[in-house]
C-alpha cells in the first residue's frame, strides 16, 4: 500500500510540476485570421509575431522588439509556479536591462483587476501584456505558441529566431549574455 500511495503522489506531482492550468483551447483551424498558417514554434525558427494590449490598453507587437534579445514569459497571477519563478525572472531583468534586452512579460489571466495588481504588487517594471483570453479568433499570443502550460518562456535573438524555450530554460544566464555579444 505504502508503494501505491508514492507512485500515486509522483504521478500527481510529475503532472502538476511542469506548469499549472490550461489557457484557451487551441484552434481547430491553424490558420490565423489573415490566413497565415500557426506553426510551432522551434528553436532556431522566426518567432511568431503577435499584438495584444499593455497595461495601458496599448497594443504591444514582438515585431516591435526586433533588434533586441527578448524574453517571451507566458505566465498568470493565479499560477504557483509563475509566482515562484517570478523573483528568478526580476533578478534577469535587473542583470540585462541596460542592454539590449527586454523582457515581454505575456498573463493568461482571466481578471485585468487581478493581473494589474499582481504586476504592481509585485515589482514587474518590464514590459507587460494581457493575452487576448476573450478573442474566438485563435490569434492571440497564446495560441500561436500553442502555449499548453505555464510558465513558458521563449527566448528570442535580435534577428527574430528563437534561441531556446521551455517551461524553465537552462543556462537563460549564459544564453542571454552570448545573444547579446
Not at 26 to 53: H, M, Q, R, W, Y
Not at 96 to 104: E, H, Q, S, V
Request: charged fraction near 15%; hydrophobic fraction near 40%.
Amino acid at each position: 500500500m505504502r508503494y501505491l500511495s508514492a507512485i500515486l503522489l509522483a504521478l500527481a506531482l510529475g503532472t502538476l510540476l511542469p506548469g499549472c492550468g490550461q489557457p484557451p483551447a487551441l484552434p481547430s483551424d491553424p490558420t490565423d485570421t489573415t490566413g497565415t498558417v500557426v506553426t510551432d514554434p522551434n528553436v532556431g525558427k522566426a518567432a511568431p509575431d503577435f499584438t495584444e494590449s499593455d497595461m495601458n490598453g496599448n497594443p504591444v507587437s514582438l515585431s516591435s522588439t526586433r533588434g533586441k534579445v527578448v524574453l517571451v514569459d507566458f505566465w498568470a497571477s493565479w499560477c504557483a509556479p509563475c509566482r515562484a519563478a517570478m523573483p528568478t525572472v526580476r533578478q534577469t531583468w535587473e542583470t540585462y536591462r541596460a542592454k539590449d534586452f527586454m523582457i515581454l512579460g505575456v498573463s493568461l489571466d482571466n481578471s485585468l483587476s487581478a493581473w494589474k495588481t499582481y504586476v504592481a504588487g509585485n515589482g514587474m517594471t518590464w514590459t507587460q501584456v494581457l493575452n487576448g483570453y476573450s478573442s474566438k479568433s485563435g490569434n492571440t499570443a497564446a495560441d500561436r505558441y500553442h502555449i499548453s502550460a505555464i510558465p513558458t518562456q521563449f527566448l528570442i535573438g535580435r534577428d527574430g529566431k528563437i534561441i531556446a524555450s521551455g517551461n524553465y530554460i537552462d543556462d537563460l544566464d549564459g544564453k542571454i549574455a552570448a545573444a547579446l555579444k
